[in-house]
């Protein structure tokens, strides 16, 4: 199998060349990504343990799903796959703000990222991908920001990053964190089906 290509950007998100994952992320290069925020029906966001196999922020609790988009592929696209390779879950996304961040990770590892931050609304349990995802829970957004001020060792870097910005608080200020009335009816809909994926 072909290694993984990752799309350069410079700081305004422009397609500057592709590079290989592991080594755009061990030379730190500016790339594009995407992070994907499924709230239910009250308001709950969906987080994510990332499995301990995974190359960086093995363990921690992030966000619903995140990822990279592949050349030539539509970065909404891209989240609404991932979200079902890791969750096993489908709903409409809508991209709500990008920030570009900077962190550097375990491993000698670098995340420099132009990050696509996306939403949706989802009713009903994931069906994640064990590979991916090692546990799930639903957290009402308060809860969250008191853990992440106690114990921000727990969570990933762009999590943290991502809820704690000037931009979220905009969004959390449309109502239910910024998910449309027209996605919140949509969360009634269950897991997708395994083979569906």
Request: net charge negative; glycine share 10%.
């Amino acid at each position: 199998m072909a290694a993984e290509q990752l799309i350069l950007v410079d700081a305004e998100d422009r397609e500057l060349g592709v590079g290989e994952k592991m080594e755009v992320h061990r030379a730190g290069a500016l790339h594009r990504a995407f992070s994907v925020f499924v709230f239910d029906g009250r308001g709950r966001l969906l987080l994510q343990k990332r499995a301990a196999e995974k190359y960086h922020s093995a363990g921690l609790w992030s966000n619903t799903a995140c990822g990279h988009p592949r050349p030539g592929e539509a970065t909404r696209d891209a989240a609404r796959r991932r979200l079902r390779e890791e969750m096993g879950i489908d709903c409409e996304l809508r991209e709500a703000f990008q920030f570009l961040y900077r962190a550097e990770l375990d491993g000698e590892l670098v995340e420099h990222e132009y990050d696509h931050v996306f939403v949706g609304a989802h009713g009903g349990d994931p069906a994640p991908d064990p590979s991916e995802v090692e546990a799930w829970r639903w957290v009402a957004l308060g809860e969250l920001l008191r853990d992440l001020r106690e114990r921000p060792h727990l969570y990933s870097r762009w999590l943290k990053l991502a809820v704690e910005g000037e931009r979220w608080r905009g969004l959390a200020a449309q109502g239910l964190d910024g998910v449309p009335a027209d996605l919140r009816r949509g969360a009634a809909g269950s897991a997708i089906n395994n083979e569906q994926r």
